[in-house]
């Protein structure tokens, strides 16, 4: 069965760089949600999308963004990177509406030097 | 709002001993309750679910989850680890805030078996 594509699955960065991560959900789920996990630490949710639109946002940092386009796939696009961002960055889809599962990707490894 | 607390941080067990990781949660309304897997290095996997019907719940690998609503609980049991099992053990549950489903993670359990 397809899953949750993400790319690039690792990525290297320098400090005051910019860096986009995609995200492309399972077929026909129309939810996309980002995670950050730093080395050590639980999943810290970022924001999340449904038909296109912002539906939640979390602990989103001001310099990064993200949007979901018509095709459902995700970006999320960092600024002004620094040390402190690197880390696994996880794209989760699922069909919104109760009694549907969360499926999450392999990640993006983003070390930042 | 809802929330998700793991008691255990940390568990070492040896090979063959029984596994009950804790997870309990506040929620106002109907909850789908998860328990997701992240082994070393690699991503999250669902491990198991609970949407509604027969509270006892099995999932991949022998494991089982049990939904005791009076507890606000849903722990994740398994009688008899293996070396394979180290891994971080994520409760999380799904409801509706805003209109939009929200997905909230506990902190986390980091299980180490030793053989």
């Known amino acids: 069965a397809a899953g949750v594509i993400q790319s690039p699955r690792h990525l290297i960065k320098e400090k005051r760089e910019t860096a986009t991560l995609k995200c492309y959900p399972i077929?026909?789920?129309?939810?996309v949600y980002w995670y950050q996990q730093g080395p050590g630490q639980d999943p810290q949710f970022l924001i999340s999308?449904?038909?296109?639109?912002?539906?939640d946002k979390g602990s989103i940092p001001d310099r990064f963004s993200a949007q979901q386009f018509s095709d459902y796939h995700s970006e999320l696009n960092m600024s002004s990177l620094e040390l402190g961002d690197s880390a696994l960055y996880f794209c989760?889809?699922?069909?919104?509406?109760?009694?549907?599962?969360?499926?999450f990707g392999e990640g993006s490894w983003l070390t930042v030097v | 709002a809802q929330s998700v607390s793991q008691h255990n941080h940390h568990v070492i067990l040896s090979e063959a001993a029984s596994l009950e990781l804790g997870c309990n949660y506040s929620?106002?309304?109907?909850?789908?309750l998860f328990w997701y897997v992240q082994y070393p290095g690699q991503h999250l996997q669902l491990l198991l679910k609970?949407?509604?019907?027969?509270?006892l719940v099995k999932g991949i690998k022998g494991f089982e989850a049990e939904f005791i609503k009076s507890k606000f609980s849903f722990n994740l049991r398994k009688p008899s680890v293996q070396w394979s099992d180290t891994a971080e053990y994520f409760c999380?549950?799904?409801?509706?805030?805003?209109?939009?489903?929200?997905?909230?993670f506990g902190t986390g359990t980091k299980l180490q078996v030793i053989p």
């Open positions: 609970y949407f509604s019907g027969d509270p």
């Open positions: 989760a889809s699922s069909v919104q509406g109760r009694g549907n599962t969360i499926y």
């Open positions: 077929p026909r789920h129309d939810t």
């Open positions: 929620y106002g309304g109907t909850v789908n």
């Open positions: 999308f449904y038909e296109k639109m912002q539906s």
């Open positions: 999380a549950v799904s409801g509706f805030s805003g209109g939009y489903q929200k997905v909230t």
